[in-house]
C-alpha cells in the first residue's frame, strides 16, 4: 500500500519521545520549583493555588493570546507579583534547577532513531507536545530523551501557543506554522485523545504504544497505525524520502488569522472539546 506524502511529522513527547512516568515526574517539577520559589516568601499553599490557576487559565482560555499570559494571570491572583523578579529568577530556574529533575530519566534509543530517520529522509518535525511549559523546559525534556532539539523546525511551548490539547484550534495554529493542510502531516502520539484530534483536520496518525494513554477507555487501535517506539523506527525507515517538504515553518507565534483559516479549512469532524474546570496538574502530559 502506498504511503500518503506527508510534508511534516508531528511527535508529541511525553510517553511518545519520552519514557517518562507523568504522575511522578508532576510531584518532581512541583516539588522542585515550589522548593525554588520558597526563598522569595512564597508558601506552599499560595505557590500550589497559583499553579492550579494558571494551568486551569492556559486551558481554558479562549481569547488567542499566549497561553503564558493566561498562566500568570492566574498565577499572580494567588502569588505575590513583587515577591522577586519573576523573569529572571524563573529563567534562572528553568536554566539551571530544572534540568535535574530528568537526571534518572532512561531514553529509549529507538526515539531519536525514529527522529534521525525521518530527518534524514527531509522530513520536517514539529515537537507538538502540550504547550504549557517555558521554551527551555522543552528542551531540557528533549534532552532527557536523548534527542537534540534542534532537529525540530517547531517546539510547542506556551510562549509560542494560543491554545492546548486536545483543542482543534491548537493543531490547526501548527498546520498554520508549516503552511500545510492537515492531510498532509503524520501525527506519532500516545494518547488518542489529547495526540489523535489532530486526526479531525485530515491527519493521519501513528499510535505509539509503550505507554498508551487511553482517556476513553474504548479506542480501537485496529482503526489507526500502532506499535512500539521500536516498532515506529522501523516503520519510519520504510518510508521513502520526502518529496514535498514544508519550508519556512514558523517557530514563534502565529497570527490568528492564519489560525482561523487553517481550522475552517481542514475541520473535518467532531474533534474533542477541551479539558474544562476539572483539568488537573497531570494534564500538562504531551
Keep these: 500500500m502506498t504511503q500518503p506524502g506527508y510534508r511534516a511529522v508531528f511527535f508529541d513527547l511525553d510517553g511518545t519521545l519520552l519514557p517518562m512516568e507523568i504522575d511522578e515526574f508532576m510531584r518532581s517539577y512541583f516539588g522542585s520549583l515550589g522548593a525554588y520559589v520558597a526563598r522569595f516568601g512564597v508558601s506552599p499553599e499560595a505557590f500550589m493555588a497559583g499553579m492550579k490557576a494558571g494551568i486551569k487559565n492556559m486551558a481554558a482560555h479562549d481569547d488567542s493570546l499566549p497561553n503564558a499570559e493566561a498562566f500568570w494571570e492566574g498565577y499572580f491572583a494567588h502569588v505575590d507579583r513583587e515577591a522577586c523578579d519573576w523573569p529572571v529568577e524563573l529563567d534562572h530556574y528553568y536554566e539551571h534547577e530544572f534540568g535535574k529533575i530528568g537526571a534518572d530519566v532512561v531514553p529509549n534509543p529507538a526515539a531519536a532513531r525514529a527522529v ?116 515506529f523506527a522501523a516503520w519510519a525507515e520504510a518510508l521513502p524520502a520526502c518529496a514535498n517538504p514544508a519550508t519556512d515553518i514558523e517557530a514563534g507565534l502565529v497570527p490568528t488569522a492564519a489560525r482561523d483559516a487553517a481550522l475552517a479549512s481542514n475541520l473535518t469532524g467532531d474533534a474533542p472539546k477541551a479539558p474544562g474546570k476539572d483539568f488537573s496538574i497531570s494534564g500538562m502530559e504531551g
Excluded at 525534556?141 to 483543542?167: C, E, M, Y
Excluded at 491548537?170 to 508549516?178: I, S, V
Design 116 to 231: 534521525n530517520t525521518l530527518v534524514a529522509k527531509g522530513y520536517p518535525l514539529v515537537l507538538a507536545t502540550m504547550p504549557m511549559f517555558p521554551e527551555r523546559a522543552v528542551r531540557w525534556r528533549l534532552a532527557w530523551a536523548g534527542i537534540d532539539p534542534s532537529q525540530f523546525a517547531r517546539l510547542t511551548h506556551f510562549q509560542n501557543s494560543t491554545s492546548v490539547k486536545p483543542k482543534a484550534t491548537y493543531y490547526a495554529e501548527n498546520l498554520a506554522a508549516c503552511g500545510v493542510a492537515g492531510e498532509d502531516v503524520l501525527m506519532v502520539g500516545n494518547n488518542t485523545v489529547e495526540d489523535f484530534s489532530i486526526c479531525a483536520l485530515g491527519a493521519d496518525a501513528y499510535l505509539v504504544t509503550d505507554h498508551l494513554l487511553d482517556p476513553t477507555d474504548h479506542f480501537d487501535l485496529a482503526t489507526v497505525k500502532h506499535g512500539t517506539m521500536e516498532e
